[in-house]
């Protein structure tokens, strides 16, 4: 089966602090993903440097379908086929959803019958009418954004998808909505990445692989036995398994002076 | 040429009633003591002001009409139309309102002026030199089911006119008033219209109006609105036009359990100052206001949005918002946002909120992840900013021509990369 994404040795910094370090993920098409990791691990940075988002030094390699994606500007990225569920998406004041997604169709190169179809016919089934012709993401719970980016996937129609923490802020009834919905987009044309720091979701959802990132790099990939592990021992677990000392980062060193600049206390 | 003078002030008395010429003679009086603005005064202190008295002309005969415009095409319905031009009542029909001009009102005094003459020059030349004026009544229980249309336009060159309008609504009366400011093209002009909006117990009044003034022109607007018990007023104001164009604002809630609504968008251009200056004062109880004004400016165009929430002592039980949003589109466009809060009254609800700054990236990077183009993602984000404010305009049927004169503004900015 031919690769939807292929990432080599990704290192990432933000004003000289290593992020991601010597990061490689291959996802063929047709299969699910899954990248787990604590708090703080990258995997939030990994989408937006795949995204496009700027303010990030950025070295190595990534390609959709052996298109290089790095070079290009974020809306490239999407017309190619990446796209990002987010795991905050932005309120868009104004624009309404369903005016968005007519010109992102249209950017993506549909006639707009086709893509007033496709909105009718998604929208109906995420339960997103009410919400086409109010602004993007305004005053909607933290389920209703989720499932609005689910919705937006399913109308764009991605060649990769990266769900960053799609299930974080959702109980339980809507993670298993949105994994279904998850399952239901798996299809020869599609790759997705899954990000998630729970392994609540993999309950609905069966990834091909699992990966799992800790302190910028992949320390360990498998099938659900690691979802398992990770279910019972924790990362505390596997970093134990795989003898990964806790990197405590102290930052550079400070002057006395910095710390009457800053609250004083660690909290 | 006939001047703003004594000398000259016998030609604008002509035609008028004696009530109102006796008037114009004591804001003689006051003009003539008044200089223009300098901008060290504090309500003129980002404003440019050039345009003394002493190189403007009256206005003897008014000029020719100016062809219909786009913002009146597509109002399909309407109560009636007046058309002014240069200061003068030329048309008047209306088919639910009660229209009269002042040469009718021989043997009916009223109150003239909407503000103080002394308040500055332009009132003070308002007073003295307004020889016209509209008086549109609203009988009390009357329903205007569409809006009545005022053109207000500026046409010779070198002058100044003082368009007069006064709407007084009847008890549990409902009324619709739209609007619509023009001047001729590349005609350098001053005008200084006067609109008076009176709403009795239980009246309700939308109006709105269209600022769409060409960019040699200049207009100083004082407005009043005064509501009574239970009244209801609901203003939009589209500020598009004009070299400076000021809109003085104030809404008086007089009366218990009184409610207003201000909606505006501004969009300057070129090196325009927009400028709003805007009072709600609450003196009834159980009164409600909210203000919303959006703008942006682009190219080395200013505007000025300076409102102030005043609550009296006894005004209980008010409650009362404002926002002021902008957006600075170039590197010498200017937006200057003082929202103000007076309240000397302790059992009320109260706020503001006031931002001045460009396109937000986070907008645009969430826009740009869906495949739209960066010039695509700015073009629907300014659609979007204003369509907030359209989607609350108070007179229906010019939501899309309203929203295509800022979308073509701001397309053809950027198409020229004028905007950053």
């Known amino acids: ?267 | 040429m006939t001047a703003f003078n004594a000398a000259d002030h016998a030609n604008s008395k002509s035609n008028v009633p004696s009530w109102r010429a006796s008037q114009m003679d004591s804001a003689l009086e006051i003009f003539e003591t008044l200089d223009e603005p300098t901008g060290f005064e504090e309500d003129w202190r980002y404003v440019d002001y050039d345009l003394p008295f002493a190189e403007l002309a009256q206005i003897e005969d008014p000029g020719e009409p100016l062809s219909d415009g786009p913002f009146l095409a597509s109002l399909t319905n309407n109560s009636g139309r007046v058309l002014i031009v240069d200061g003068q009542v030329l048309e008047v029909g209306s088919s639910s309102a009660s229209i009269s001009t002042l040469r009718d009102l021989e043997s009916d005094e009223r109150e003239f002026s909407v503000v103080a003459v002394d308040h500055n020059k332009l009132a003070a030349a308002h007073g003295a030199f307004a020889n016209d004026a509209v008086f549109v009544d609203v009988v009390p229980n009357q329903v205007m089911d569409a809006p009545l249309v005022i053109e207000v336009q500026g046409v010779t060159p070198g002058t100044a006119s003082f368009p007069h309008i006064s709407v007084a609504v009847g008890e549990n009366a409902e009324a619709q008033v739209l609007v619509v400011y023009r001047s001729a093209d590349g005609a350098e002009l001053l005008m200084v219209p006067e609109i008076d909006l009176q709403v009795v117990d239980g009246g309700r009044l939308r109006f709105m109006s269209v600022q769409s003034l060409d960019h040699a022109a200049t207009n100083v607007v004082h407005q009043r609105m005064t509501l009574g018990r239970d009244a209801t007023g609901r203003l939009g104001e589209v500020g598009l036009g004009a070299k400076l164009g000021r809109l003085d604002l104030g809404v008086s809630l007089e009366g218990d359990g009184a409610s207003s609504e201000l909606v505006g968008l501004y969009f300057g251009e070129g090196s325009q100052t927009l400028d709003y200056r805007i009072l709600i004062n609450h003196s009834g109880r159980n009164t409600s206001s909210d203000v919303f004004l959006k703008g942006a400016v682009e190219d080395d165009a200013q505007s000025v949005f300076t409102g102030l929430l005043r609550i009296e002592k006894d005004a209980r039980r008010t409650s009362t918002f404002e926002t002021n949003r902008n957006l600075v589109l170039s590197e010498n466009g200017k937006a200057h946002s003082v929202p103000n809060l007076e309240i000397l009254c302790d059992d009320v609800i109260c706020g503001h909120a006031s931002s001045v700054g460009p396109l937000q990236d986070d907008d645009l990077y969430y826009l740009q992840s869906r495949g739209l183009s960066r010039e695509r993602a700015e073009r629907l984000l300014i659609k979007g900013f204003f369509q907030e404010v359209i989607d609350r305009l108070p007179i229906t049927g010019l939501e899309a021509p309203v929203s295509e004169a800022v979308f073509r503004r701001f397309v053809q900015a950027q198409s020229e990369g004028r905007v950053a």
């Open chain 1, 1 to 267: 089966m031919s690769t939807a994404l292929l990432v080599s040795d990704l290192s990432v910094a933000v004003e000289n602090k290593q992020i991601l370090d010597g990061f490689s993920l291959e996802v063929p098409f047709g299969e699910i993903h899954a990248i787990m990791g604590p708090n703080g691990s990258g995997k939030s940075t990994f989408c937006h440097v795949l995204t496009g988002k700027s303010g990030y030094q950025v070295r190595g390699s990534a390609s959709l379908a052996g298109d290089d994606l790095l070079s290009l500007d974020v809306d490239e990225r999407a017309r190619l086929g990446l796209l990002q569920s987010f795991q905050y998406p932005t309120q868009v004041a104004g624009v309404r959803l369903r005016e968005f997604m007519m010109e992102a169709a249209e950017e993506m190169g549909l006639d707009a019958d086709e893509a007033a179809t496709r909105i009718e016919a998604e929208s109906e089934r995420f339960g997103m009418r009410p919400f086409l012709e109010r602004s993007v993401n305004g005053d909607l719970s933290g389920g209703e954004k989720k499932r609005s980016e689910i919705f937006q996937m399913a109308v764009l129609r991605p060649k990769v998808a990266l769900l960053d923490e799609v299930d974080s802020g959702l109980d339980i009834d809507a993670v298993k909505q949105v994994s279904e919905a998850v399952e239901e987009m798996r299809s020869p044309e599609l790759g997705v990445v899954m990000i998630t720091h729970y392994s609540r979701i993999l309950r609905y959802l069966s990834p091909d692989r699992i990966h799992v990132m800790i302190d910028g790099r992949i320390v360990d990939r498998g099938g659900s036995e690691l979802a398992e592990e990770l279910e019972s021992g924790g990362y505390k677990g596997l970093r134990k398994r795989l003898g990964i000392e806790k990197v405590v980062d102290d930052g550079p060193m400070r002057k006395p002076a910095d710390f009457f600049t800053e609250t004083p206390f660690d909290v």
